[in-house]
């Protein structure tokens, strides 16, 4: 019987899981989102065209895929209907490729709104949440009131909508919040039309028929393993799962069907919003990293914060997803450094650790290693023996280091600069 194979980000989010997933793709027969919501952003570059992905799995653009969101995923219908409009503009017959499971739970307006205000009054101790609606509709969720999208079949759907808003009304009576929803809500109707041209699945009992019969699937984390609820830095995280505990949870499942966890990292660090970032740069090194990097927010356009390698987080994330192979991404946003620092290790009130704690605050002090930078442009090698010998002595550190080969190295955004070990 087939394994379901994972590829997530072991960072906090955009290390480039849209582009690996998009160059794995021809070896899965299905691609499937298993948490997350539209605060996902996997950039896409082939064929001169470059698109961003929400909700939808990454290997849409593959002819005979089949793309499934799963129970995990949180869905705004208008995000996801401009999403499939723009997909469909280039030729891509969507509908044919790409189904919904009825367990997914739905993002309302009032979702939003309450998230909106809800960050608005944590002040100067919001934790930077995109405003996309999703905590509250996994609250929700583990509240046992969200509407799913099997509920979008059913003859009393409007009635349980509006339930759901009053209660949200409600909510927001508690907040000094002004807010209108009617516009959204409009969209919100007509979004959930173009979700009903798609076919609702008991998502659960077809990936476990898929792998019965052998076909290939390929599950697709969103954010990053520094964000899960659970492991990541509390309270500086997002809503969801991302370790690959979360594919089990998200899809249906068995631990024992989880075959190859591919983790991606970039060569170095970013951060978007707020939390502990131990290697973070302030300084001209810091905003050459975004400025070289492009490091703006696919979905919110927000710069990122940069800094070096981390590699006790690093090993922390490899640890808890239980990765068997490395990708490593933005290989070439450090082409033009002299010198490349990487930590190795944390001091944390006079104490030095070599494992990610519980305490991770502004107060850890990272340990570092200094590396020989390559200095010479790396973005045309397609061979790993091409690549200078201080570029491979960087790969083996980290190598040696989490006990996880690097399989595939990324020098680009396209799809051809893209090498595979």
Known sequence: MKKVDVVLGLQWGDEGKGKVVDVLTPNYKAIARFQG?????????????????????????????????????????VILAEEIAQIEAKGVDVASRMLISKRAHLILPTHRAL?????????????????????????????????R?????????????ETLKAKHTEMLAQYTYQYDISAYEKEWFRGIEVMRRFRFVDSEQLVND??????????????????????????FVTSSNTLCAGVCTGLGVAPTRIGEVFGIFKAYCTRVGSGPFPTELFDSTGECLRSVGNEFGATTGRPRRCGWLDLVALKYAVMMNGVTALIMMKSDVLNDFSTIKVAV????????????PYECSDEVVPIYKEFEGWN??????????EFPQQFKDYVAFIEAETGVPVKIISVGPDRDETIVR
């Open 345 to 356: 290790g944390y001091e944390v009130g006079g104490k030095q650790l070599d494992y990610f």
């Open 376 to 385: 010479c442009d790396i973005c045309n090698v397609r061979n790993y023996d």
């Open 149 to 161: 999208v099997g509920d979008i079949l059913q003859p009393d759907f409007a009635e349980r909508y």
């Open 37 to 77: 919501g539209p605060n996902a952003g996997h950039s896409l570059h082939f064929d001169g065209d470059s698109f961003v992905l929400h909700t939808v799995p990454s290997g849409i653009f593959r002819d005979g895929s089949i793309n499934i969101i799963g129970n995990g995923v949180v869905i705004y219908p």
């Open 210 to 235: 898929y792998l019965k019969e052998d076909v290939s699937i390929l599950a697709e984390g969103a954010q990053g393993s520094l964000l899960d609820i659970d492991f990541g830095t509390y309270p």
């Open 115 to 147: 998230d909106a205000a809800s960050e608005a009054a944590k002040g100067k101790t919001k934790i930077g949440s995109t405003l996309k609606g999703i905590g509250p509709a996994y609250m929700d969720k583990t509240g046992r009131n969200g509407l």
